[in-house]
Structures are given as C-alpha cells and as structure tokens.
C-alpha cells in the first residue's frame, strides 16, 4: 500500500478527533485533540432570511446542544454563515470596530446569542480588505 505524505497526515489528524455529534444538517461539531488545550469547532450554516421564525428558534437551539456538549474549558471556534447583517456599531466584547453596514433582525439576534455565550465576532475585530466585504453590503 502506497501512503502519500497528505494520507499520513490526515490519518494523524483523524486520530486525535474526540468526536462530532450532530443531528442536524446545518451544523456540524468536531472535537480536537490539542494542547494544552482541546479544540472544538462548530461550523454552522443558518437558515435563510426567507426562513420561519420557527426553523430559526430551532436552529439556535440545536447551537446551544452542540455548544453543551462541549467542556467549559475547550477551545471553542464557531466557523458561521449566520446570514445576519451586525452593523458597524461597536457593541463591547462582542462587535469590533469594524463592522459594517446596518444591522437586521438576524444580526440583533446573532449579537444577543454571542454576549449570553461569551463569542465575539472576530472578523469585525480587524479590517477586512474591501474585496473580502462585497458579500456584507447592502444590495444596491
């Protein structure tokens, strides 16, 4: 059997996954093992803006299981597309001073859910070229 270099080190990485529960399309859960700490990562696609209140209601639901079955002490990435627009207000710990555009529903959403669980929403901690915001700006 012939291993390439990229094989070996996958296989090496798989080793150290701890788990990944989820019951959902939308959100998948891998944890790491590293050190000195173990890493989490929560990737996450959220419903559409034409979704019901209800499919959403059930979404953040199912981000606080994954989010629960994590210890306290993990290294938690939450990797998002949370279709929300968070605005340019700088909100502490939450929002950094380079958000942009106004926000909406999903975004007031998105920021009450961050400061209950203690995220910060990182890519508005540093200004992004204008090229990596076209997708964050209102439709003209």
Same mark, same amino acid.
């Given at each position: 059997?012939?291993?390439t270099?990229?094989?070996?080190? %996958?296989?090496?990485?798989l080793?150290? *996954?701890?788990?990944?529960? !989820? =019951?959902?399309?939308?959100?998948? #859960?891998? &944890?790491?093992?590293?050190?000195? %700490?173990?890493?989490?990562?929560?990737? *996450?696609y959220?419903?559409? !803006? =034409?979704?019901?209140?209800?499919? #959403?209601? &059930?979404?953040?639901?199912?981000?606080?299981?994954?989010?629960?079955?994590?210890?306290?002490?993990?290294?938690?990435?939450?990797?998002?597309?949370f279709n929300a &627009?968070?605005?340019?207000?700088?909100?502490?710990?939450?929002?950094?001073?380079?958000?942009?555009?106004?926000?909406?529903?999903?975004?007031?959403?998105?920021? &009450?859910?961050?400061?209950?669980?203690?995220?910060?929403?990182?890519?508005?901690?540093?200004?992004?070229?204008?090229?990596?915001?076209?997708?964050?700006?209102?439709?003209?």
């Open positions: 059997m012939h291993l270099y990229m094989s070996v080190l %996958l296989i090496w990485l080793r150290g *996954v701890l788990g990944a529960p !989820s =019951d959902t399309d939308r959100i998948v #859960v891998a &944890k790491l093992v590293a050190k000195p %700490l173990n890493l989490a990562i929560i990737q *996450v959220a419903p559409t !803006s =034409d979704s019901e209140e209800v499919e #959403v209601e &059930k979404f953040y639901e199912e981000i606080g299981k994954a989010k629960d079955y994590l210890k306290s002490h993990d290294t938690i990435i939450v990797m998002v597309d &627009k968070i605005g340019d207000e700088r909100i502490e710990d939450v929002v950094g001073p380079s958000g942009i555009g106004n926000i909406n529903e999903r975004g007031s959403r998105l920021i &009450k859910w961050c400061q209950i669980n203690g995220f910060t929403i990182t890519n508005t901690c540093y200004q992004n070229h204008p090229v990596a915001t076209v997708d964050l700006e209102e439709p003209r």
